[in-house]
């Protein structure tokens, strides 16, 4: 049985080092495999349709154990991860995400257990691609502004685009400011901001090429 990780490097800020040290401090493991894809859209391309993407199935076997960061790295397309986690879970593979620690395996027998399990997958998925979609309306929203007014950066963010992906992702979990704040070295004042107006947070990193 093989712990493997799969992470997903879609901007310059991101890397496979941070993904890996991190999830290994988080959940206190050593992966025997770490598989790896850069610069791929997690909208436009599948899971499977990726490079390494493709060879994540092709290598893992019932009793394995898939790592990911979260549910976006998987992708951003609800249809694309919900499938890919059913299908995995269906050959026996569990699946576990660093943020929130959440676990998904095919295990459950009972009929409620497996609609809750299906229903959590669901609402993370479609949350990965709601963020996927709000960040693109900001990006957009944030160009036209610069168009019509001139460029104002305002004030330069205190946090990546990375971290900014984690934070929201936590917020919607229902974890406190504080703990957000100790878990990523972010002000508390910023994380504030971020859970006020999200869009406004994606189009400060805009503003600032971050």
Not at 75 to 83: A, E, I, K, L
Not at 120 to 128: P, Q, R, V, W
Not at 186 to 195: D, F
Request: charged share 25%.
């Amino acid at each position: 049985m093989s712990t493997i990780l799969y992470a997903r490097v879609s901007t310059s800020e991101q890397t496979i080092e941070h993904q890996q040290s991190h999830a290994e401090k988080e959940l206190g493991i050593q992966f025997d495999t770490v598989i790896s894809d850069d610069g791929v859209s997690g909208v436009a391309v599948k899971l499977k349709d990726r490079p390494q993407g493709k060879r994540l199935f092709d290598i893992l076997r019932a009793g394995d154990t898939l790592v990911v960061r979260w549910v976006d790295r998987l992708g951003r397309n609800y249809s694309d991860v919900t499938d890919s986690i059913r299908e995995l879970i269906q050959r026996g593979v569990v699946v576990k995400t660093v943020i929130n620690r959440l676990e998904f395996d095919g295990s459950a027998t009972d009929p409620m257990q497996k609609a809750v399990r299906d229903a959590l997958i669901g609402f993370m998925a479609a949350l990965a691609q709601a963020q996927a979609e709000a960040t693109k309306e900001a990006q957009k929203a944030g160009i036209e502004y610069a168009k019509n007014n001139g460029v104002f950066k305002g004030r330069k963010p205190s946090f990546t685009r990375e971290q900014l992906d984690v934070v929201i992702s936590m917020l919607a979990s229902g974890e406190s400011i504080q703990c957000i704040s100790n878990k990523m070295g972010i002000s508390r004042a910023a994380i504030y901001r971020i859970r006020e107006n999200p869009a406004r947070a994606a189009t400060a990193l805009d503003s600032w090429k971050l």
